[in-house]
């Protein structure tokens, strides 16, 4: 699934890339206790920490320390903290850490249907920004 993961994240580089955002990607994210996200792109006006995942399934699960690390890095820098989430053969959605749903063990979640309610699509994302 890593290697997956990897790919998802690499053809999120290249569709802000091809929509002249500036982008970096943050090779092993997630592999050091240090606050980090998988990617950084701006386009000058809006500066985006996004952590990238990808599922066959239509619900994702995230822990707690994933959305505080993420929220303290983009703090750092300044940037908007968002969960790039690629449901297989359903396309990207972005949605903020507050939007996601909290179950009843403190753990995050976010399903197909909630994502197409709350999220952004790709083309949304940078149409907004």
Request: aromatic fraction near 10%.
């Amino acid at each position: 699934m890593k290697k997956k993961g990897t790919r998802a994240e690499r053809e999120l580089i290249h569709l802000f890339h091809n929509n002249n955002w500036g982008v970096i990607r943050s090779a092993g994210s997630g592999s050091t206790p240090l606050p980090s996200s998988d990617i950084l792109v701006s386009n000058k006006k809006k500066l985006l920490a996004i952590e990238c995942k990808f599922i066959k399934h239509i619900k994702k699960y995230l822990y707690p320390d994933e959305i505080k690390q993420l929220k303290e890095f983009a703090e750092k820098f300044n940037a908007e903290p968002l969960f790039a989430i690629k449901f297989q053969n359903k396309g990207w959605y972005f949605i903020r850490p507050e939007e996601l749903n909290t179950s009843k063990n403190g753990n995050y979640n976010l399903s197909l249907e909630e994502a197409k309610k709350k999220g952004a699509t790709f083309q949304k994302l940078i149409e907004v920004n």
